[in-house]
């Protein structure tokens, strides 16, 4: 008899964003009339930058000639990816990184769920709450938490991220050995200072703890004294690994490339106390569950760090950060508290209500998809998130709509 790994069952029925596009499908089937305007998922909407696919097309073409062809790739990526995301990402900030510290993926998403696997089952595992669900739910497959009562899992350390502490937690008040935090926030839109990041690499450190640091929204950032890698902060390369991703810097969400960093530097621990690199675990793991991301993509992605490549992907998140300047701007004047949307594309709205009702309010009255809070941990409760991943055209609109449907002007 196949039995089954039973922590599955302590998981809510679906992903949430799995569980949104259900409800809104369910919907649009009952509405077929009304045009629905997605600010739910964070995903992106305008074309890939120029310079990129132009490198797209010329890898392909690569491709199709016997002399040029490539079959498989180095499974951590190639030489030429992992060099332009030091030169382009790390060096300019002051990060000294070695290329093969890079390890090419085909997602955050994938880097953060899988990291996981390299801990003991007892690992202590803290995490933001409100947060990206991802790192729950494979914590929760891995069997680290006992049952989910009352909006929590049993046996994770929850930090708070509210308003009453600017979205930013406290250090947790007991040992842990793991911390995931996220920086641009998701969900919150929030931003970490480095005076605020120092303390978690301190704690890290004085606690022999690791960092999972997740900087898919750090091309949002648009003040130059924030931190845009943990590796800015002294220390961290020895207890932090960063992940970062092309989907949403430069609308690769439907093209797959990111990117993890692993220091050299950073150690685990056995259960009798001997240091092993984290380095050596991780490339042991991708190189036997993964064979890297497609010649084409890393081609594509490389020219993201190009100069014209830069300068258009700056265009890209400038256009999207627009769009979440007006959704704050909007919901504020309907008299909603909001934060976010400034380094961040996520706008997060105090509702006053509970927020799968409110979801349900703005997708029935106003054909506008968000993201309930609630999805994203009891934190969550109250509020929701909107996303400015949608033409500048579409999110004029759903404002409109959501003012007439919530009347509050
Ligand atoms: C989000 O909307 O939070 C993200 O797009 C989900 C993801 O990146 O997996």
Redesign the pocket.
């Known amino acids: 008899m196949i039995t089954m790994n039973e922590h599955y069952l302590k998981l809510q029925a679906s992903y ?2 799995s569980d949104i596009a259900k409800r809104v499908n369910a919907y649009q089937a009952d509405h077929p009339d009304q045009t629905i305007i997605r600010l ?4 992106v909407t305008r074309a890939l930058p120029e310079a990129c696919i132009s490198a797209f097309h010329r890898a392909v073409d690569e491709m199709a000639d016997d002399a040029t062809f490539r079959g498989y790739g180095p499974e951590l990526g190639y030489d030429f990816l992992q060099e332009a995301i030091v030169s382009g990402d790390f060096q300019p900030r002051g990060v000294t990184l070695r290329p093969d510290e890079v390890f090419v993926s085909d ?3 994938c880097d953060s769920g899988n990291f996981q696997e390299l801990f003991a089952p007892d690992t202590r595992v803290a995490v933001p709450d409100p947060v ?3 790192y729950v739910d494979t914590n929760v497959m891995a069997g680290r938490t006992a049952a989910w009562r009352d909006g929590r899992y049993e046996g994770l350390v929850y930090l708070e991220s509210t308003a009453d502490n600017q979205y930013i937690p406290a250090l947790p008040q007991e040992a842990v050995d793991l911390i995931y935090l996220c920086f641009p926030n ?2 919150t839109g929030s931003m970490i200072t480095a005076d605020q990041l120092r303390p978690w690499v301190d704690y890290a450190r004085e606690h022999n703890a690791l960092i999972l640091y997740d900087a ?1 929204y750090v091309e949002f950032i648009r003040d130059n004294s924030l931190p845009q890698s943990i590796y800015e902060i002294d220390g961290a390369k020895e207890v932090a690994v960063e992940f970062r ?1 092309l ?2 810097t430069a609308g690769f ?1 439907g093209t797959r490339c990111a990117y993890t960093i692993v220091p050299r530097e950073c150690q685990v621990y056995d259960s009798q106390g001997n240091a092993h690199a984290l380095h050596d675990l991780w490339d042991r793991r991708q190189s036997t569950k993964f064979n890297s991301v497609s010649y084409p993509v890393q081609r594509a992605a490389e020219a993201a760090f190009s100069p014209e490549g830069r300068k258009q992907i700056r265009e890209l998140s400038t256009y999207y950060l627009g769009n979440a300047a007006l959704i704050r701007a909007a919901m504020t004047s309907l008299g909603y508290a909001c934060v976010g949307g400034e380094h961040s594309p ?1 706008v997060w709205i105090k509702t006053n209500t509970d927020s799968w009702e409110f979801f349900d309010r703005l997708l029935q009255k106003a054909g506008v998809v968000c ?1 309930p809070g609630a999805g994203f941990g009891k934190c969550g409760e109250g509020y929701v ?1 909107l ?1 400015a ?1 949608n033409s500048r055209e579409n999110v004029e609109t759903a404002l409109q709509r959501v003012s007439d449907a919530l009347g509050r002007a």
């Open positions: 949430l964003f739910g998922i964070g995903d997602g955050a998403k990206y669900p991802v998701n969900p898919a991703s989907s949403k969400t996520y993201t998130r996303s991943f």
